[in-house]
């Protein structure tokens, strides 16, 4: 598929009722191929509601099971049985307010801000979001940064403050510490005082020593389960060890996070894991659990807060351009990204 057969013929970007915007459009599950830039109507906000102006998408795991469609477990849960409800993709966003519905007071045009399209689409040119679902951007953050921050730091926030409750002096194991939420999760912790060792592939583990990381583990080369310390705390970061696996590398009284999961079947991908973890820590004097991350206006100003202060630094790998959305997936698929890859509304790549 090459950008030229994406194209579209005709695009407008003015608001007015018969405007309309480019969009990256699914009208099935399906892998990369099933995504195609084609023109939307602009949508209007509602009372409550806020129209931005996209500048940068962020893309993740999490955006490409809901492409995918997978597990099936999602499709129950309202996602869509046969074909995706949403047919924009695109979860994370960055860019500037465009119009505000009644009743809003936090906002107005003009306005830099980021936020969660979860429902709405993020992969276009205008996305219509609650109120709710925004914060101010902040200003030491480029708008490609900022897109990178919201889903992938709210989920790392509140697997190491909230679930795991680090402390200073831990010693925590951040498993997948590459990664999108992984990179938050190395930072977070060093920011709560804790010594951080991270598990990466080969060619990530200077970025993970640049994130802060005490020390590095390369997974294609050492088990961290057989030798070395044992861990007060270890974040499980869409891995797929078995919980036996991991417990060895725990201490006696420590705290397992499972923070998503892959290669669980197509049912339920790696869900059940998190299940029998939970059960199995009523039995055992180790926490072994794991969370739904969720979004909150108030959990998204923590993290923007963390970014102003230069605690956390969003982690732009590359950037794709709407009409290469298809090429952002696979560059996904073959998770080599360090952090984020991010998506922006300009015809042509950063």
Do not use: C
């Not at 099935?28 to 806020?50: D, H, K, S, W």
């Amino acid at each position: 598929m090459t950008n030229a057969m994406l194209e579209p013929t005709m695009t407008t970007t003015d608001t007015s009722d018969k405007a309309t915007m480019r969009a990256v459009i699914q009208h099935e599950y399906g892998r990369a191929e099933v995504l195609q830039l084609g023109i939307e109507p602009v949508p209007t906000p509602a009372p409550g509601e806020v129209l931005v102006r996209v500048v940068a998408a962020g893309l993740d795991r999490g955006v490409w099971h809901m492409v995918a469609g997978k597990p099936y477990l999602m499709r129950i849960m309202g996602f869509g049985l046969r074909r995706p409800k949403t047919r924009i993709p695109g979860m994370d966003l960055a860019g500037t307010v465009e119009a505000v519905g009644r009743g809003v007071t936090r906002f107005k045009a003009g306005d830099a801000v980021l936020g969660t399209a979860i429902g709405a689409g993020a992969f276009a040119e205008f996305a219509k979001l609650g109120e709710s679902q925004l914060v101010h951007k902040p200003a030491n953050l480029s708008f490609e940064q900022a897109a990178a921050l919201p889903v992938s730091a709210l989920a790392a926030l509140k697997a190491v403050r909230d679930v795991a409750k680090v402390q200073a002096g831990q010693h925590v194991l951040v498993i997948g510490a590459g990664g999108g939420v992984g990179s938050y999760a190395v930072q977070i912790a060093k920011a709560q005082g804790a010594r951080v060792t991270g598990v990466a592939s080969t060619g990530k583990l200077k970025h993970v020593l640049e994130l802060g990381a005490d020390d590095v583990i390369d997974y294609t080369r050492q088990d961290f389960a057989q030798a070395g310390p044992r861990f007060d705390v270890i974040l499980d970061i869409a891995g797929n060890r078995t919980l036996k696996h991991l417990r060895r590398a725990l201490k006696p009284r420590g705290t397992l996070v499972i923070v998503g999961g892959e290669n669980g079947g197509s049912w339920f991908g790696g869900i059940d894991r998190q299940l029998r973890a939970m059960l199995l820590s009523a039995f055992t004097r180790q926490k072994l659990t794991s969370f739904v991350s969720t979004v909150s206006q108030s959990a998204l100003t923590d993290v923007a807060r963390l970014a102003q202060d230069g605690a956390i630094t969003p982690v732009v790998d590359r950037t794709f351009s709407l009409a290469q959305a298809p090429q952002a997936f696979e560059y996904l698929e073959n998770a080599k990204a360090r952090g984020k890859i991010v998506i922006t509304t300009t015809l042509t790549a950063a």
